[in-house]
């Protein structure tokens, strides 16, 4: 079955400094690839989200990057704020209908003023 | 609904009695999904409802965990015997195809 490994598991950053976090998956047939952004007390909830067919997604300071043959995919939060500051989990798809998805252990981000 | 709704939002219990916990999806959702999360801990699959399809039960930790999902909407998760290891949040989710899950917000669990 499908393993989904994240890393770091902690990042802290500076106000304004971009962050990366990288998740690499073991099933090639993997197709859907979300990202859940949970806050301290509250339920994850999804940021961003790329299919296989696409290699680079934006939406305002975040944006997600997918690399089929290396199987990997990342998440790139540029001018980061206080509020960025969250457990940030990715998963990956590998049934018929992009579900069922399998999660990383999560990245603990602190953006510090 | 608006959104996925689960109740009751908080449930402290004795151990060894049974318990219910219940979701809502978003009418229309096909795909309904229990996690667990215990504190600062990641999400921990449980079992996943497609449609009219058998469900995947296999994340449930033990024989004591059951869920149904009737009328291919609102599930219940039935935890027997209640452990202390069982307390948690239990998070339920519901999606369309390739859209992401929406998630509740939970039920916390404690059993003293």
Redesign the interface.
């Known amino acids: 079955g499908e393993n989904v490994e994240q890393h770091p598991s902690t990042l802290s950053v500076q106000e304004g400094d971009s962050a990366v976090i990288k998740c690499t998956y073991s099933d090639s047939a993997s197709n ?1 690839f ?1 990202w ?1 952004k949970q806050e301290l007390g ?5 940021i961003i ?1 790329i ?1 296989s067919n696409v290699g680079e997604k934006k939406d305002q300071r975040i944006a997600v990057t997918l690399n089929k043959t290396a199987k990997h995919f990342s998440l790139h939060i540029t001018e980061t704020q206080p509020e960025d500051s969250a457990v940030y ?1 990715c998963a990956a798809s590998s049934n018929n ?10 990245t603990r981000l602190s953006v510090l003023p | 609904g608006a959104g996925v709704s689960q109740s009751p939002s908080n449930k402290v219990t004795e151990k060894g009695k049974d318990v219910e916990l219940r979701c809502d999806p978003i009418s229309g959702h096909t795909a309904l999904y229990w996690y667990r999360q215990s504190l600062g801990q990641g999400l921990e699959f449980l079992i996943y409802f497609q449609g009219n399809s058998a469900p995947d039960k296999s994340g449930l930790p033990s024989d004591r965990f059951s869920a149904e999902r009737t009328g291919g909407s609102v599930s219940t998760l039935t935890i027997q015997r209640t452990q202390q290891e069982d307390s948690a949040v239990y998070l339920c989710a519901s999606s369309l195809p390739y859209k992401g899950y929406t998630f509740g917000s939970g039920t916390r669990l404690t059993v003293v």
């Open positions: 859907y979300p859940y509250k339920r994850p909830q999804l989200d299919r989990f209908y992009g579900q069922n998805f399998v999660f990383g252990p999560g």
